[in-house]
Nanobody, 127 residues
Framework: QVELVESGGGLVQPGESLRLSCTTSGSGATTPYRAIAWFRQAPGKAREGVACITSDNNYAEHADAIKNRFMISRDSAKNTVYLQMHNLKPEDTAVYYC??????????????????WGQGTQVTVSS
């Protein structure tokens, strides 16, 4: 059974950095997902897209709210997608989820595009 597993969340102070990981487990050497996205959901708010990347690394997209602070990348050999987050702000506090799709493209604006989701990892930014 294929699963998406997030890790790397935690409690940090404003201005600090974190790197989240999303690993596809149970798929053997090849992930079934041709694109992976990160979404986040803050308390009382709707889930919003953060970044996405295709399996061939030919396309990546970042939401305007986090551009120049967050960067998505992929290590295909490890079936892992990373979200490097710099200069974190209190408004970045949320549960971060990764989603996978068998489609060959991705978008941070279309949540229903993604077939499967992980359980999420909590990121809290507070002084």
């Amino acid at each position: 059974q294929v699963e998406l597993v997030e890790s790397g969340g935690g409690l940090v102070q404003p201005g600090e950095s974190l790197r989240l990981s999303c690993t596809t487990s149970g798929s053997g050497a090849t992930t079934p997902y041709r694109a992976i996205a990160w979404f986040r959901q803050a308390p009382g708010k709707a889930r919003e897209g953060v970044a996405c990347i295709t399996s061939d690394n030919n396309y990546a997209e970042h939401a305007d709210a986090i551009k120049n602070r967050f960067m998505i990348s992929r290590d295909s050999a490890k079936n892992t997608v990373y979200l490097q987050m710099h200069n974190l702000k209190p408004e970045d506090t949320a549960v971060y989820y990764c989603g996978g799709t068998i489609a060959g493209m991705c978008s941070v604006n279309i949540e229903r595009w993604y077939d499967d989701w992980g359980q999420g990892t909590q990121v809290t930014v507070s002084s």
